[in-house]
T-cell receptor
């Protein structure tokens, strides 16, 4: 069964600290993996997209890694800010019966405290 | 450029009543998605349109849910009759083409069924 699991479920850190969020997936065949940021009461916004051949991709203070062999991805946030408080959702695109599907994780809820 | 527009933002109804949500995607985006997001969960795809054609509605509860995308632009999602378990946020997203292209999400409609 195609699944995307994220950990931790929630995380609280102090402003200025770094943190790493994890995403494990069993989606096959794999097409790409995205990390989204979802602020409370808003729709998700794409942070990064990674394909099979990409190991690392950065977007400002966000750095995503992908290990396609172990089917794991991580999102590292450097020097966290209060505005980083949000849910971070990992989404994997797979292909089934000639069409594609997006499998969403349940997200990690990050709270950054002053 | 305007983003994905959804209305209403909030809706409270009693069970067994009908309800409809409207979505206007980003201009020029061929692909439109409707998702349902329960509290603390990731979005689940209900239906995906390529222009005016519904290409993936496998997760749409067809006994009570219906959707249309006339002229391949804006779209309406309807629930009739609503049940208590339908309380959720309904997100609309659009992208230029399906697959690798970025999905842009609207703010969602928060539905409460009493």
């Amino acid at each position: 069964k195609n699944q995307v699991e994220q950990s931790p479920q929630s995380l609280i850190i102090l402003e200025g600290k770094n943190c790493t969020l994890q995403c494990n997936y069993t989606v096959s065949p794999f097409s790409n993996l995205r990390w989204y940021k979802q602020d409370t009461g808003r729709g998700p916004v794409s942070l990064t997209i990674m394909t099979f051949s990409e190991n690392t991709k950065s977007n400002g203070r966000y750095t995503a890694t992908l290990d396609a062999d172990t089917k794991q991805s991580s999102l590292h946030i450097t020097a966290s800010q209060l505005s980083d408080s949000a849910s971070y959702i990992c989404v994997v695109r797979g292909t089934t019966s000639g069409t594609y599907k997006y499998i969403f994780g349940t997200g990690t809820r990050l709270k950054v405290l002053a | 450029e305007a983003g994905v527009v959804q209305s209403p933002r909030y809706k409270i109804i009693e069970k067994k009543q009908p309800v409809a949500f409207w979505c206007n995607p980003i201009s020029g985006h061929n692909t439109l998605y409707w998702y349902r997001q329960n509290l603390g969960q990731g979005p689940e795809l209900l239906i995906r349109y390529e222009n005016e054609e519904a290409v993936d509605d496998s997760q749409l509860p067809k006994d009570r849910f219906s959707a249309e995308r006339l002229k391949g632009v804006d779209s309406t999602l309807k629930i009739q009759p609503a049940e208590l378990g339908d309380s959720a946020v309904y997100l609309c997203a659009s992208s230029l083409v399906g697959g690798a292209d970025t999905q842009y999400f609207g703010p969602g409609t928060r539905l409460t069924v009493l």
